[in-house]
């Protein structure tokens, strides 16, 4: 984190019909409600197409998740809380027979209307060809965002943008994505003629961007690397370690469920989180910030998670 920010750190994951809140102490509450904007990200990751509930009968699942209660539930959030993103973490394709019967565009319009803010590219989503993934771009309402593919020779040429800056109440959040090497990993004609660049170098010039140049207070990236591996392969992990001026990576792609955001030092010593849901929509990932973009001095506050 940038010594510009004050920050309060929460992981709210629950099943769909059920959310984590947090307790402030009051002494806590009253000072950040006078000097500090709350902002509260939103997210998922690995949806697959699960656009339904799992059925009363699934032995792991049974009647969680589905695209229903999480709008409900978002919707909930946002009743209450003024500053909101919704961010996803690609792999929205595939996995359920809607995605086969409609090629991604019942997913795209649902998240339309669940009024999602930005999402990345999953190697899933290239699973109709890169052409099927750009048929499915108008139906949705939000961006798609990625950094270290180079799309030039393809029909997405100038349709992903690399990041896009937000801003609520005076606080600019900027948010890029990364996306995981499809050589090896997808069918070469679905993605045709993508290149693939080194996600941490492309992560760290965009963050630099972000910070100095749009004057971002929180910069966010949605990343499909996967949270960790044991070989050498670039995660999320990696990616926080090996980087500068992200605040927060919203992880996809290894279906990792963290019960709450792992706290990695990166390449200033300074705190990086990362957030992974598991997958299927089972969860909604949230973490409120507390920023004040004029307060040079940073403080992290980490409180006790409730039900609700």
Same mark, same amino acid.
């Given at each position: 984190?940038?010594?510009?920010?004050?920050?309060?750190?929460?992981? $709210?994951?629950?099943?769909?019909?059920?959310?984590?809140?947090?307790?402030?102490?009051?002494?806590?509450?009253?000072?950040?409600?006078?000097?500090?904007?709350?902002?509260?990200?939103? *997210?998922?990751?690995?949806?697959?197409?699960?656009?339904?509930?799992?059925?009363?009968?699934?032995?792991?699942?049974?009647?969680?998740?589905?695209?229903?209660?999480?709008?409900?539930?978002?919707?909930?959030?946002?009743? @209450?809380?003024?500053?909101?993103?919704?961010?996803?973490?690609?792999?929205?394709?595939?996995?359920?027979?809607?995605?086969?019967?409609?090629?991604?565009?019942?997913? $795209?319009?649902? #998240? =339309?209307? #669940?009024?999602?803010?930005?999402?990345?590219?999953?190697?899933?989503?290239?699973?109709?060809?890169?052409?099927?993934?750009?048929? #499915?771009?108008?139906?949705? !309402? $939000?961006?798609?965002?990625?950094?270290?593919? /180079?799309?030039?020779?393809?029909?997405?040429?100038?349709?992903? &943008?690399?990041?896009?800056?937000?801003?609520?109440? @005076?606080? @600019? +959040?900027?948010?890029?994505?990364?996306?995981?090497?499809?050589?090896?990993?997808?069918?070469?004609?679905?993605?045709?003629?993508?290149?693939?660049? !080194?996600? +941490?170098? &492309?992560?760290?010039?965009?963050?630099? *961007?972000?910070?100095?140049?749009?004057?971002?207070?929180?910069?966010?990236?949605?990343? *499909?690397?996967?949270?960790?591996?044991? =070989?050498?392969?670039?995660? /999320?992990?990696?990616?926080?370690?090996?980087?500068?001026?992200?605040?927060?990576?919203?992880?996809?792609?290894? *279906?990792? $469920?963290?019960?709450?955001?792992?706290?990695?030092?990166?390449?200033?010593?300074?705190?990086?989180?990362?957030?992974?849901?598991?997958?299927?929509?089972?969860?909604?990932?949230?973490?409120?910030?507390?920023?004040?973009?004029?307060?040079?001095?940073?403080?992290?506050?980490?409180?006790?998670?409730?039900?609700?």
């Amino acid at each position: 984190m940038s010594n510009r920010r004050t920050f309060i750190k929460q992981s $709210f994951l629950g099943g769909v019909s059920l959310l984590g809140a947090a307790t402030l102490n009051p002494f806590s509450a009253a000072i950040l409600k006078k000097n500090h904007t709350k902002i509260t990200i939103l *997210h998922t990751n690995d949806v697959h197409s699960h656009i339904e509930s799992f059925p009363s009968n699934d032995p792991k699942y049974p009647n969680m998740g589905g695209a229903a209660k999480r709008a409900a539930l978002i919707d909930k959030i946002r009743t @209450k809380e003024k500053n909101v993103l919704l961010l996803d973490a690609g792999d929205i394709f595939q996995g359920t027979p809607y995605f086969n019967m409609y090629g991604g565009e019942l997913e $795209f319009k649902l #998240m =339309s209307l #669940m009024r999602y803010d930005a999402a990345t590219i999953g190697n899933h989503d290239f699973d109709n060809g890169i052409e099927g993934l750009n048929n #499915m771009l108008p139906h949705a !309402n $939000f961006p798609f965002l990625n950094v270290n593919y /180079d799309f030039t020779n393809t029909i997405l040429n100038g349709k992903i &943008a690399p990041y896009k800056v937000f801003e609520k109440d @005076k606080v @600019k +959040i900027g948010v890029f994505g990364v996306g995981v090497e499809l050589a090896g990993l997808v069918d070469k004609k679905m993605y045709a003629e993508t290149q693939y660049n !080194n996600p +941490i170098i &492309a992560a760290n010039n965009t963050a630099e *961007h972000l910070k100095y140049n749009e004057k971002c207070h929180l910069i966010i990236c949605l990343s *499909h690397l996967g949270y960790d591996y044991k =070989s050498n392969k670039v995660s /999320d992990n990696v990616l926080a370690k090996e980087t500068k001026n992200i605040d927060l990576i919203i992880g996809g792609h290894t *279906h990792t $469920f963290l019960e709450k955001p792992a706290s990695i030092k990166n390449k200033d010593n300074k705190i990086t989180l990362i957030n992974q849901v598991g997958w299927a929509g089972l969860y909604l990932g949230r973490i409120d910030f507390y920023i004040n973009p004029l307060d040079k001095a940073f403080t992290s506050i980490n409180d006790k998670i409730g039900v609700i």
